[in-house]
């Protein structure tokens, strides 16, 4: 929206569909009305004009009886109307008329009220009429020594508009601002004026920091901002310049300015890598972290953290700022301390890991005590993990960190409990010293887990690991302690009658089964047991996750049962306890097979966990070598190959992480010539500043490969055709939330084209922020048009209109030329991300939206069309390169993407080779889509479809 529409459509309360009033009334009420009804038809003349309306005899009627007016709200409308009205005949000549609007504004800047002077000279700004502008020159230049501050720095302001248009009108202006900038106190007024200067004169900018350099930290925050920008600008024009200015930036490090405190940082940074100045700046990143309130100025500042450690010497200046950085904890929000984990994760080291160690469980210690927050189960989990991350790196930590975590095994939050188990399972394989440890631990924390997952998890961990005859009978009490009185049935309807009534239950204390010297079990009387009464919810964990019908557990307890058996008879020489531990352990999983067959469960027991018990109960019986070499050797050397290929794969992302920050440059590779332009010019230089800015405020674009020139053409998108009278085409550039139009409208008539405006529309989740203001195009002539576009959400967006013109001199209605539809790409905002395998199938489970794509292939291999599908899409794999290794006939793997928008994507990829159609057969198959949105699960349906046949070249 332009100046001019944004200050129209606030003043004026008139609907836009609304029956337009004629010319002659509207000409009635402007000359023998009071002033509120000279206000109302003002505001329907400048709307009508908005919409496309030629009013020409309006114009000297505004002249005589509007023009001359006091009244401010009168002012106001009319520096818009004066704004928009055309100005000029059709041949270009100005209007006679303007004369005297350029009298009546000589007078407004001389008038005495402040206001009307400052709106006024804002005004002038917006003018492109030279001979307007100079006759008011002498006026302009008195209003620089006005006494209100306001005019003043809006006389700066026409000042530099006009000597930027129109250097001729003005042509001393550098000097007369420098001189005005000497004198100045007014810190407004200061800041425009040294703005000036910089892009009109910079060596008189410079002149005059040289001679305040040291007065710079009392300035106003203003006017540093516009001094960090002169430096930068200059430092990167002529690097000779850098020792005498850092001591400035260093001083305007310490500005009581968040602003510029920030760009200080950041301009140091790019003027010295001195290890010095990097942990300066790198220090004022984390103050302003820890200070500020917005969460979105903690992650925009956090980026630029990260920014810094890319860099391989900033790396160690860093790692010595770790415990700094975890300062940054104490904020709520999820996101920030979320990247602060990882970041502090990436610097840690051998130096720093034992202080971050401490300060981890010191916070997992506070998650416990904190009342519970939607967040709080979140944080505790991304501490497990980062904990669990820091053992592995560092296996010495390992034994501080497991006593800790492994209290999680019993919290109510699942995901949390299913990382310490997934953290205990890696670490009880890889560091066998800790093992002892791990198993204690267990054991002690065993009878208090709620979740049945997790309940699986560490029986199987148990049966895996207890490696001594007393664990192995610690494994068996504790099972029997979950396990409640049995057999189950038998005391279920003991309990149904009567007979033993809940709170003369036997109860699931340590006691109950006491194990004896023979390895034999003691049952303990329930009768005689002295603890207090239990209620029916109170139940033995694994007695109730059975009659809840969940035999799963029951397959699992089999497993680990016949595991331990099996171990206890290799350790154990003599049979008769052999025999007996054999028998307590088929007894347990007899009861449960008559459990499962009985009336008490909720639900059934399935027929492949009466399979797998009942394959338990023959091993047992039989108890051979070769089911011993199956059970207790096979399934741990399955889980070390498992965590070797993870591991593999953690290092090869680490070494294509340091490969891509360790950029080498081989003799012959080409050169670029763009980067050999002139960079001394300040018009031809690359205005590197603004890059910065775009990648503070979180630019993740993707960078454009192969030539730059190429790639920019490939986005031009021709929108009408080469006969059209109006020939259009648009280059669309993406930035994140914005898309930015440039259209290029070439006139290719012989006639002149006046209210020339393009008429855009948008469908999609898509915003069309301004209206492009009409222009007249001379015959044969051109002009870019920018438009920009607003994107909510990441779904294909369309974006469609016409231009429309009127032919001048012709009376006939208005021209209109239709273009052509611009497809905004979903690949502009999707990148590839990485999650792990519990929170992939929490999504999954979680998001409602699912698009089911057929495969429609010419593509044979089933490796060359999965990545394919992932070069297309954006995606990521997450399954593991080696379970996709080999060949069969089939192939299965999860993908997973992530919108800058934060949507997730989720993508399931099921393919198989037909075999029986041939070698030359394609693949076939489904792609299974979910996303938590519509618009996003249609969109990379759609994106897969049109790219699933691979084109030949």
């Known amino acids: 929206m332009t100046a001019a529409e944004n200050v129209c459509y606030t003043l004026i309360n008139v609907p836009m569909d609304s029956e337009p009033p004629s010319e002659i009334s509207l000409k009635n009420d402007l000359e023998k009305g009071d002033v509120k009804l000279k206000t109302e038809a003002l505001k329907k003349v400048i709307i009508m004009i908005l919409n496309g309306e030629k009013l020409p005899g309006l114009l000297m009627t505004i002249i005589r009886f509007v023009l001359p007016l006091q009244d401010h709200t009168i002012k106001k409308l009319l520096l818009v109307f004066w704004e928009i009205v055309p100005k000029t005949t059709p041949d270009g000549r100005l209007l006679q008329e303007m004369i005297l609007v350029c009298d009546a504004y000589r007078k407004d800047l001389q008038h005495p009220n402040e206001f009307i002077r400052g709106s006024t000279l804002r005004f002038l700004c917006k003018l492109k009429e030279a001979e307007l502008l100079e006759p008011l020159m002498p006026a302009i230049r008195a209003c620089l020594e006005h006494r209100h501050s306001y005019v003043r720095r809006n006389a700066v302001l026409a000042i530099y508009t006009i000597y930027r248009n129109f250097e001729h009108l003005i042509p001393d202006a550098p000097e007369l601002i420098h001189d005005f900038l000497v004198n100045e106190k007014d810190a407004s007024c200061k800041r425009n004026a040294f703005m000036m200067l910089i892009h009109a004169d910079q060596d008189r900018a410079l002149d005059y920091l040289s001679t305040c350099i040291d007065q710079v930290q009392t300035f106003g925050d203003i006017l540093q901002l516009v001094i960090v920008e002169l430096i930068y600008k200059v430092c990167h024009a002529n690097p000779s310049e850098r020792a005498r200015f850092i001591r400035c930036i ?85 996101e ?52 669990h991350s820091c053992s592995v790196r560092f296996p010495d930590m390992a034994a501080n960190v497991i006593p800790v975590l492994m209290e999680f095994l019993s919290d109510n939050n699942e995901a949390a409990a299913a990382d310490v188990l997934e953290f205990v399972r890696e670490a009880i394989q890889r560091f066998e010293n ?70 003369e239950e036997v109860s699931v204390g340590p006691a109950q089964k006491l194990v004896t010297e023979m390895g034999t079990y003691a049952t303990q009387s329930a009768l005689s047991s002295s603890r207090p009464a239990k209620k029916e919810e109170d139940r033995p964990p694994l ?71 009942s394959l338990c109960l023959k091993v047992l019986s039989e108890c051979s070598p070769l089911m011993n070499d199956i059970f207790n050797k096979e399934c741990r050397q399955s889980l070390s190959h498992m965590l070797s290929a993870k591991l593999e794969e953690e290092k090869l992302s680490q070494k294509k992480e340091s ?96 209210n020339c405006t393009l008429e855009l529309a948008t469908l999609g989740d898509l915003k069309l922020v301004e209206k492009p203001s009409p222009l007249t195009l001379a015959p044969h002539d051109f002009a870019n048009i920018k438009a920009n576009v607003k994107v909510a959400s990441t779904e294909n967006g369309i974006i469609f209109g016409n231009v429309v013109y009127d032919v001048s001199g012709a009376a006939s209605d208005r021209n209109c030329v239709v273009l052509s539809d611009i497809h905004i790409d979903i690949m502009d905002y999707i990148q590839p991300a990485s999650c792990t395998d519990a929170e992939f199938r929490q999504m999954w489970a979680e998001f409602e939206w699912e698009n089911k794509v057929t495969v429609n292939t010419n593509i044979i291999d089933l490796n060359e069309y999965l990545q394919h599908i992932l070069k297309s899409t954006n995606m990521k794999c997450l399954t593991p390169e080696k379970a996709l290794s080999g060949y069969c006939g089939f192939m299965a793997a999860n993908l997973y993407a992530r919108s800058i928008f934060g949507e997730d994507a989720l993508a399931n990829v099921s393919i198989e080779k037909p075999i029986h159609l041939g070698p030359e057969a394609p693949v076939t198959g489904h792609i299974r889509i979910r996303a938590k949105s519509q618009g996003m699960a249609l969109s990379l349906g759609d994106k897969i479809n049109l790219s699933q046949k691979k084109t030949s070249l």
């Open 250 to 334: 260093y001083n305007l490090l310490q500005s009581s300015s968040p602003a510029v405190k920030y760009e200080a940082a950041g301009t140091l940074v790019t003027l010295s890598s001195a290890p010095t100045a990097i942990k300066a700046a790198a220090q004022c990143y984390i103050d302003l972290i820890i200070k500020e309130s917005d969460n979105n100025v903690k992650l925009i500042v956090l980026d630029r953290l990260i920014e810094l450690k890319e860099h391989p010497s900033h790396e160690r200046v860093l790692q010595d700022l770790v415990m700094d950085i975890l300062r940054v904890l104490s904020t709520p929000d999820l």
């Open 336 to 387: 920030v301390r979320k990247k602060t984990l990882q970041l502090a994760l990436d610097l840690v080291s051998s130096r720093n890991v034992e202080e971050l160690v401490i300060v981890l469980k010191k916070e997992v210690i506070k998650t416990n005590n904190v009342t519970e927050h939607e967040d709080t189960d979140k944080y505790r989990q991304l501490l497990v993990r980062t904990l």
């Open 434 to 503: 800790l093992r002892p440890l791990i198993v204690e631990k267990m054991l002690e924390v065993f009878h208090a887990i709620k979740s049945v997952k997790i309940y699986r998890g560490a029986l199987w961990i148990l049966g895996e690991y207890c490696s001594t005859k007393e664990d192995i009978q610690s494994v068996m009490t504790e099972v029997r302690r979950s396990l409640g009185e049995i057999p189950i049935v038998e005391s279920e309807i003991k309990k149904e009658a009567g007979e033993l009534k809940p709170e």
């Open 543 to 613: 007695r109730g996750f059975l009659l809840d019908g969940d035999f799963f557990v029951a397959a699992s307890l089999a497993t680990t049962l016949t595991k331990i058996a099996l171990r206890y008879v290799s350790l154990v020489q003599e049979k008769k306890k052999q025999n007996s531990f054999n028998a307590e352990a088929m007894l347990l999983m007899a009861t449960i097979l008559h459990l499962g067959k009985s009336s008490f469960p909720k639900k059934p027991i399935t027929d492949d966990d009466v399979d797998r018990i």
């Open 659 to 754: 490969e891509k920050r360790n950029v080498t440059i081989q003799p012959d590779d080409p050169i670029s010539f763009m980067q050999l332009t002139a960079k001394n010019e300040m018009s031809s230089k690359e205005d590197q500043f603004q890059l910065s800015l775009l990648a503070a405020m979180g630019n993740t674009q993707r960078k454009e490969t192969a030539d730059p020139l190429a790639s920019k053409l490939n986005k031009v998108t021709q929108l009408t055709g080469f006969s059209d009278p109006v020939y259009a085409e648009a280059y669309v550039h993406v930035n994140q939330y914005d898309i930015v139009l440039d259209v290029l409208v070439v006139n290719q008539t012989s006639d002149t084209l006046q």
